[in-house]
């Protein structure tokens, strides 16, 4: 994805946003799903167990939700990425209190700080319509697993049927914004959110991107009539 200002009119980036509302931002991931999105996390710990993974990278990782789901799935060896100091500092907060062990790292997956085939499975949970660039995203992904690694990708998607599609658009102009704005007091964060989805959903082919560096492809898991996806690409 590429764009890296929140508008045209503002020089403030999408990392600078996570910082200011790293704080309220577990709680608005629930509220603006309704909780589902735990529902979406459970399943891509499911589909990741059957990996049997010993290297773990959680990528856009947030405030650590997923390295701590890994840890209770029994995923010992464990690092998270993420752009935002913010978000970081939260995870921090969180995994010492649930005294966990991961390597945090302060970073862009356009360039992963991790050398060569470090990691058997690497996730990531809507970040990737906040990559820079997709195409050099995915390739750094491949360079660090592992072959026969999978990258699992966790990302809102647009409905294929036309009512659900209808309702979700109104859901994604209305709701978000408007409840997002409410809670965190922050109008310019939720406005992005809202539109950045929108804009994924419409023109970016996740598994062709995969394909084209350098992964094969299983079969895309569709959630929730569609509103979100599971990727998966394993590296040849």
């Given at each position: 994805?590429?764009?890296?200002?929140?508008?045209?009119?503002?020089?403030?980036?999408?990392?600078?946003?996570?910082?200011?509302?790293?704080?309220?931002?577990?709680?608005?991931?629930?509220?603006?799903?309704?909780?589902?999105?735990?529902?979406?996390?459970?399943?891509?710990?499911?589909?990741?167990?059957?990996?049997?993974?010993?290297?773990?990278?959680?990528?856009?990782?947030?405030?650590?939700?997923?390295?701590?789901?890994?840890?209770?799935?029994?995923?010992?060896?464990?690092?998270?990425?993420?752009?935002?100091s913010g978000m970081l500092e939260q995870a921090k907060i969180k995994l010492e209190k649930a005294n966990i062990q991961a390597d945090l790292k302060e970073g862009f997956c356009e360039k992963i700080p991790y050398s060569d085939n470090q990691f058997d499975?690497?996730?990531?949970?809507?970040?990737?319509?906040?990559?820079?660039?997709?195409?050099?995203?995915?390739?750094?992904?491949?360079?660090?697993?592992?072959?026969?690694?999978?990258?699992?990708?966790?990302?809102?998607?647009?409905?294929?049927?036309?009512?659900?599609?209808?309702?979700?658009?109104?859901?994604?102009?209305?709701?978000i914004p408007l409840w997002g704005r409410i809670i965190s007091k922050d109008k310019a964060a939720y406005q992005y959110l809202s539109a950045s989805i929108k804009e994924f959903s419409k023109t970016i082919e996740v598994e062709k991107q995969l394909d084209e560096n350098g992964f094969s492809t299983e079969k895309t898991q569709l959630l929730s009539l569609g509103i979100s996806s599971i990727y998966t690409g394993i590296k040849k």
């Open positions: 994805m590429k764009g890296k200002h929140l508008s045209k009119d503002t020089n403030d980036t999408v990392e600078q946003m996570f910082n200011r509302i790293a704080l309220r931002y577990d709680f608005l991931n629930h509220f603006l799903s309704f909780g589902i999105d735990k529902r979406w996390r459970k399943k891509l710990i499911k589909l990741s167990k059957t990996d049997k993974p010993e290297k773990t990278l959680d990528i856009a990782t947030g405030t650590g939700d997923m390295l701590i789901a890994f840890h209770k799935a029994g995923i010992q060896s464990l690092a998270g990425l993420d752009p935002s499975l690497i996730t990531v949970v809507f970040g990737i319509r906040n990559f820079k660039n997709l195409n050099q995203s995915f390739s750094e992904i491949h360079r660090v697993l592992k072959p026969g690694g999978k990258a699992r990708l966790l990302e809102f998607s647009m409905p294929k049927n036309a009512i659900v599609r209808l309702f979700y658009k109104l859901y994604l102009k209305g709701f």
